[in-house]
């Protein structure tokens, strides 16, 4: 149905980001507390806006933006990791003295960007939500300008980002080329009909999968991302954790489905997808062994993660690819979450030495971290195993069984990882004076959520099971 | 059907702990009361059941099901003969190792008894769990709080061990989960229907070649739990390095576990492939039983002599697991609670003698029956049992186990009996050098004897030691029809399966054409 109203969320989102910046103006660079609160106002109100429009189908722009259910169960998720990255910088931005309007601003223009990019389906229109969602992005992880780490984060991104947007624009222009469409469904029509794909087509393809590589960051193309999450200010590293994630693979889900699935399988589509799955997984898993710092191991893991989700893909199962994507906002927002909160004034205390001993001093960020850790390993009955259960179940369904296997395999190596946080938080003497910032109610509050969703989704996900196949079953 | 004693008897303890997780720390006497009281009544729930139980059939009793996720994932529970006796042990044994860690647990009381409670919780309902989804859960949820209890009150090489027990454990078991995904798309291709139950399964018709490798992931997992030789190596650091009571309930339950899923899943799904496979499984079996007694004899710390001692018994339990007859299948199955009873008996003992003097070697002992008569009683009937004298439960199990075991080979029986012949050597001996001769260590002279809390920990046990010994066939009587069940479930070759009708709503609308549809849409949402 063509209604204006699809533009509502949207059009709730931008407006808070530059009501932000005008009051800033107003009430000048002091004025921190309220910006937080009109955020979180304004994303209230977006996801109101979203509720009301469940299953009405509104469309605008001659249907190249529309709110079907699949672009709200993404955009519900999109919303709802910004929300928690807010609630953790309300405290985050007065300790680190970051620019707070510019903050917030840019955070909700980069959820815009990413809700472009999951309610369209034409790839001009996903492009340019992807440029949004990028370019905020980019300052977003340099916003603490004086440190160093934070700069070398923004330029690494910057960089790598833009080059990827730039295979992305060329991969287009094939696909154009060949198809004369820029739609999703209009190029995949065009392609099916031909039995063989030309050069342009598969030039196409190949470039726009190596840039949606890049944004979810699959091996060979994550190179940014522990560097990226690393420098980045936690509660933006947070958000980079969750939102281009869920809009990447919301582009591929929509890319995949238009075209009847990833194919035969031995097709070159499956065979490149699956070699990044792999590809994903080992150097995801194996690298974080390696690393010392809270951050960067976190980078890895969702890494690992982006090649679960791969695997669900090439079985696809989207819905199941939903409920990853649900699992692992809770899951990796927690986590950084629980990051944000061992921040200090002076500096972020986030090598893993730091945490030593804090489990039984600050017991409910022992717990929520070692749950969350918990879940990212994959323990029944947390919201993560049910979440690679259901994945590997519909790879082994589709004859994928070795994808499967190296998927359990790499997430038993991944457990030595994940349990190392929690021997660092309970099996060692604390080694220094870490006290953490004074009290935080907000932050606790999305430690809380996180737990209750991880603990939802892992034992009574029935709701959420039925509204993801809700929304996978309009494709 | 009444109450539902079996999700009561689970829940139980994990209902505790979560009081206990909201008391305040300071009160550890009121914790350590009401972590008692919640497995002990899961205990005295364990016992209703043992006096309910109808000896009569085969079948599985107080079942419980219910919708839990759908795609066949269900809650659903059964007790029967073969997980009766084990759901017993396991429910005298954590009151116990509570009662025990009384003292000799001072630091963050409260975070140890969750853990112990949520463990119990775990493990009793792997022994019930009759889905396969919902006994993969409880299998691999039970891991957690054992790796707590291990890394966060054992000895100096914790980590490490605590790690390598999580590790090896879910290398096996993760493999499983995708064989049991494997079976869930067969029964699936085969029917039509979604289920996780383990009786379906049962009725599927697999080939060998399949088979094989579905009872090689199935087998690794519950290998790596027994332990069968080669996978045994976490054992002894797991066992020197974890409390007290984390030592009993590894030896005494969790083991049992890796058997238990031998007997419930791997040898009743995959028949074909276990007569194909026997000559390995019971050569590793022997394997063990020499290995573990050899290692034994030469240990200097009590705590991994008897840890060996385990991967040795536990090689005849396996023994007699394999040799599928009635006697040696109830052999074992006795097998495992006596060996429960005893090691972990004897892991009691090792931690009260470490309470008083802080060392499990060997040689720092010396002549303790002059200190400590009482204590070195119970010390010896232990031993005894665990060396299967005559007229104690050890040797009532360890003949059942090699009377079935000498029916399918008897070279393998006079082999097997090695267990019994190296038992006396190692644990005689360790007696020897520990409780009698000279005084080598003044400290000795100041231990002072059992005390009573000590010796309501054992009493229990010694009790049941002597009863199992001299007059098992009640227990026996209770495994009799669901072991002649299970050894006509497990003679069957090339099972053939029924399209058995289910309730409607579980038919699925249309049988799958299209490909591209994820199946997951199929099927009607209902809740």
């Known amino acids: ?475 | 059907m009444n109450a539902p004693l079996l999700s009561l008897t689970v829940f139980v303890p994990l209902a505790g702990a979560l009081l206990i997780l909201f008391l305040p720390r300071e009160r550890a006497a009121v914790l350590r009361g009401i972590a008692l009281a919640a497995s002990l009544a899961a205990f005295g729930l364990a016992v209703v059941l043992y006096l309910r139980f109808d000896s009569g059939t085969a079948a599985f009793q107080f079942v419980e099901r219910g919708r839990w996720l759908g795609f066949g994932i269900d809650y659903h529970l059964g007790l029967d003969g073969i997980s009766l006796g084990l759901v017993l042990l396991s429910t005298l044994l954590f009151p116990i190792v509570i009662l025990s860690s009384w003292t000799s647990v001072q630091d963050k009381v409260k975070e140890f008894l969750v853990f112990l409670l949520v463990l119990e919780t775990g493990v009793l309902g792997v022994f019930l769990s009759l889905n396969l989804f919902l006994f993969y859960v409880f299998w691999e949820a039970m891991l957690v709080p054992m790796y707590f209890l291990i890394g966060i009150w054992g000895g100096a090489r914790r980590v490490y061990a605590t790690l390598k027990f999580v590790l090896f454990t879910m290398v096996g078991s993760v493999l499983m989960l995708v064989a049991i995904i494997v079976l869930f798309t067969a029964y699936h291709r085969a029917t039509g229907l979604y289920s996780f139950d383990l009786a379906d399964y049962l009725r599927l018709g697999l080939s060998p070649g399949l088979q094989l490798w579905l009872f090689a992931a199935f087998g690794l997992a519950f290998a790596v739990k027994v332990p069968l030789f080669p996978l045994h190596t976490w054992l002894p650091d797991a066992h020197v390095e974890a409390p007290t009571a984390g030592s009993v309930i590894l030896a005494a339950v969790l083991l049992k576990m890796g058997a238990y899923g031998f007997l419930r899943f791997g040898i009743p799904l995959f028949p074909d492939a276990v007569r194909k496979l026997w000559p390995v499984l019971a050569g590793l079996s022997l394997a063990g039983i020499i290995y573990g007694g050899l290692m034994a004899l030469v240990q200097k710390d009590i705590k991994s002599l008897v840890a060996y001692s385990s991967v040795s018994h536990m090689g005849l339990i396996m023994l007699a697991v394999f040799s599928m007859n009635f006697e040696g299948t109830e052999g074992a199955l006795l097998q495992m609670i006596n060996h429960g009873l005893s090691t972990g008996a004897l892991f009691l003992i090792v931690g009260m003698l470490y309470e008083r003097s802080h060392t499990r070697l060997i040689r720092d002992y010396g002549g303790l029956s002059r200190t400590m008569p009482v204590f070195s009683a119970f010390f010896l009937v232990c031993l005894l049992s665990s060396a299967g004298l005559p007229g104690l439960n050890g040797f009532a199990g360890e003949f059942l186990c090699l009377f079935g075991v000498f029916r399918s080979s008897r070279i393998l029986a006079v082999l097997g009996s090695l267990t019994v012949i190296l038992a006396a050597a190692y644990l005689l001996n360790m007696f020897r050098k520990v409780m009698q001769g000279p005084v080598t260590n003044e400290r000795v002279l100041r231990f002072r004897d059992i005390t009573f809390r000590e010796a309501a920990c054992l009493v229990p046990i010694v009790v049941l030691m002597f009863w199992l010994g001299l007059y098992p066939r009640p227990v026996l009587r209770k495994m009799d029809a669901s072991v002649s069940g299970y050894l006509r479930t497990a003679a069957r070759s090339s099972p053939i399966l029924v399209k058995a009708p289910r309730s409607p709503d579980r038919l699925l609308p249309s049988p799958r054409t299209e490909k591209r549809k994820p199946p997951e849409t199929e099927e009607p949402v209902h809740d």
């Open chain 1, 1 to 475: 149905m063509t209604s204006a109203l699809a533009l509502l969320p949207l059009a709730v989102v931008i407006s808070a980001a530059l009501v932000i910046l005008l009051l800033e103006a107003v009430w000048g660079k002091s004025a921190r507390k309220p910006m937080g609160s009109i955020a979180l106002v304004f994303l209230a109100a977006g996801a109101l806006a979203c509720i009301k429009s469940w299953n009405k189908g509104y469309a605008y722009f001659g249907g190249r933006l529309s709110l079907d259910n699949l672009s709200l169960v993404l955009i519900g998720l999109l919303l709802l990791s910004t929300l928690m990255v807010v609630l953790i910088s309300l405290k985050y931005v007065e300790i680190r003295s970051l620019p707070a309007a510019e903050f917030y601003a840019l955070l909700l223009l980069a959820l815009a960007g990413g809700m472009v990019m999951v309610s369209s389906s034409s790839l001009l229109i996903i492009f340019l939500g992807l440029e949004i969602l990028s370019v905020s992005s980019y300052v977003l992880a340099g916003l603490h300008f004086r440190d160093p780490k934070s700069a070398e984060a923004a330029a690494k991104y910057f960089l790598l980002g833009s080059l990827s947007s730039a295979f992305l624009v060329f991969g287009m222009a094939w696909l154009y080329g060949a198809s004369r469409s820029l739609d999703i469904s209009g190029v995949a029509a065009a392609l099916r009909g031909d039995a063989e794909l030309g050069l342009e087509a598969w030039a196409g393809f190949g470039l726009v999968a190596v840039a949606f590589a890049f944004k979810v960051a699959l091996v060979p193309f994550h190179m940014w991302t522990p560097d990226v999450y690393e420098g980045a200010p936690t509660p933006a590293t947070a958000f980079f954790s969750a939102a281009p994630k869920v809009a990447g693979f919301a582009v591929l889900i929509r890319v995949l489905a238009a075209l009847g699935g990833p194919g035969d399988r031995g097709g070159p589509l499956v065979l490149v997808l699956s070699g990044l799955a792999v590809l994903t997984m080992l150097v995801g898993t194996l690298a974080a062994l390696r690393q010392s710092n809270l951050k960067r191991l976190l980078a890895y893991s969702s890494i690992a993660h982006a090649g679960y989700i791969t695997v669900g893909l090439l079985a696809e199962d989207y819905a199941g690819v939903l409920f990853y994507l649900a699992a692992y906002l809770f899951m990796g927002v927690g986590a950084f979450a629980a990051a944000a909160a061992l921040s200090g004034e002076d500096q972020e205390r986030l090598e893993l030495d730091d945490l030593a001993g804090l489990g039984f001093k600050y017991p409910w960020l022992g717990i929520s971290l070692s749950v969350f850790a918990l879940s990212l390993a994959g323990f029944p009955p947390l919201a993560g195993f049910l979440g690679k259960f259901t994945i590997f179940s519909s790879a082994v369904r589709q004859g994928l069984v070795p994808l499967a296997v190296i998927g359990v395999l790499t997430s038993v190596v991944s457990v030595f990882f994940y349990l190392k946080i929690i021997v660092c938080l309970y099996m060692r003497e604390p080694s220094g004076e870490v006290t953490l910032a004074q009290e935080n109610p907000a932050l606790l509050l999305v430690l809380f959520l996180c737990l209750l969703g991880v603990f939802q989704l892992g034992l009574n996900p029935g709701n959420i099971l039925a509204l993801v196949r809700m929304a996978a079953a309009g494709l």
